[in-house]
């Protein structure tokens, strides 16, 4: 006999659904708007437009949007594909970030 597999209730479509964003929190936005400003000087440093940068990376435009304006969480993979997109080591920005935060 045929084992079944448990499906959703989807009929067929993709069982992984939009999770709207977790917004951050104020005592978190200065480092987020930091992170997202770096990332958003390199693209400007480079010349890539933010439609290629999404295609290149597999990251949606709406995503770089709230990631380089500091207003979401982002997963750390989101962020290593940046970096590594940039050839930046990840190890050498976000101890940038410290130096600059240290010098306040």
């Given at each position: 006999m045929k084992s079944r597999t448990s499906?959703?209730?989807?009929?067929?479509?993709?069982?992984?659904?939009?999770?709207?964003?977790?917004?951050?929190?104020?005592?978190?936005?200065?480092?987020?708007?930091?992170?997202?400003?770096?990332i958003e000087e390199l693209r400007k440093k480079q010349?890539?437009?933010?439609?290629?940068?999404?295609?290149?990376?597999?990251?949606?435009?709406?995503?770089?949007?709230?990631?380089i304006q500091g207003k979401v969480y982002w997963n750390s993979q989101t962020i290593l594909t940046l970096l590594s997109h940039y050839n930046i080591d990840a190890a050498k920005f976000f101890s940038s970030l410290t130096k600059s935060a240290n010098s306040m």
């Open positions: 499906r959703s209730k989807t009929n067929g479509l993709n069982p992984k659904q939009y999770q709207q964003p977790i917004e951050v929190s104020p005592e978190h936005k200065d480092f987020f708007s930091q992170v997202g400003s770096r010349g890539v437009s933010i439609t290629e940068l999404s295609k290149k990376t597999g990251i949606s435009r709406f995503t770089y949007y709230l990631i």
